[in-house]
């Protein structure tokens, strides 16, 4: 099991960069942008593949049209995929939004919005 593991992780990984450049130079939508590919799981069969994108400078709700408008060029992203890629079967793509981004960012405006405490242990009381 550990080597189905290890190739289902290189496959995703190589589907991952092969997917990024055909979103970036192929896809013609203006729904989608600046879409980053964030994780690409494989199923130990290799029959389908769930794809995590997030789109760049988008909210949420506009990340999740670019995923639908990503969904219906997904055939056409499989059959590019199988053509630069030397697999006997090409996996299904299944994508879905990743919200990481967007929490890490909200995380991010969370701990800036905090003051800091002049209590005791503060570098200004030295």
């Not at 789109?55 to 590019?80: K, N, Y």
Request: aromatic residues 6%.
């Amino acid at each position: 099991m550990p080597r189905d593991f290890s190739r289902a992780r290189r496959v995703g990984d190589q589907i991952q960069r092969e997917l990024a450049g055909l979103i970036r130079d192929e896809v013609r939508d203006p729904r989608v942008g600046s879409v980053t590919v964030s994780e690409v799981q494989v199923s130990r069969d290799f029959s389908y593949a769930d794809v995590f994108v997030t789109g760049l400078g988008m909210d949420a709700d506009e990340s999740r049209d670019m995923v639908r408008v990503l969904t219906g060029a997904g055939a056409f992203l499989r059959h590019q995929l199988a053509q630069r890629l030397t697999l006997r079967k090409v996996p299904t793509l299944r994508f879905q939004y990743d919200p990481t981004f967007e929490r890490g960012a909200r995380l991010n405006r969370l701990i800036d919005d905090v003051q800091p405490d002049d209590g005791p242990g503060s570098r200004d009381s030295d």
